[in-house]
């Protein structure tokens, strides 16, 4: 089994050979790259995450497999939420920011029908499952590399 890093290098590896598509465990499932910093360390780190578009705006969630604590790239957006996502072949510059109330709910219950997993990680975590919206601020670069 490789390391969690291993693994995530693997599947960005595999997106970026194939213009944002992925086989395995994530076939057919829409991924993005979410590019951030550290909060603590000022380094740059590259997530992939299965998102849900929301009318233009992309919508992850800091579930982290339903563990006791919210993933590290989700501290690193409340400490610095511009960043830049890949999607497909393209690198866009967004916004993030956290969903509360009735559009948390919205969001999450849409991602949980889609994907079972979903449900799955908010009945294993006492916590409240952050939903994050990444809002697009500047223009799509098709093909640039991030």
């Known amino acids: 089994m490789p390391s969690p890093a291993d693994f995530n290098a693997q599947i960005i590896e595999e997106f970026r050979a194939n213009a944002g598509r992925v ?12 590019h951030h910093i550290g909060a603590r360390s000022g ?6 995450l299965a998102y849900q578009d929301d009318d233009g705006r992309f919508v992850v969630f800091a579930s982290k497999a339903g563990a006791p604590t919210n993933p590290d790239w989700y501290h690193n957006l409340k400490a610095q939420p511009n960043v830049k996502i890949e999607v497909g072949s393209g690198t866009i510059e967004v916004l993030a920011s956290e969903a509360s109330g009735e559009e948390r709910e919205r969001l999450y219950r849409t991602q949980a029908e889609r994907v079972p997993q979903f449900a799955e990680y908010e009945q294993k975590t006492e916590r409240v499952i952050p939903v994050i919206i990444l809002t697009p601020t500047g223009a799509t670069a098709p093909g640039e590399s991030a």
Do not use: K, Q
């Not at 499932?29 to 979410?34: F, H, N, S, T, V």
């Open 43 to 48: 380094e740059s780190r590259v997530n992939p």
């Open 23 to 34: 086989g395995g465990m994530f076939e057919g499932m829409p991924l993005l790259l979410l």
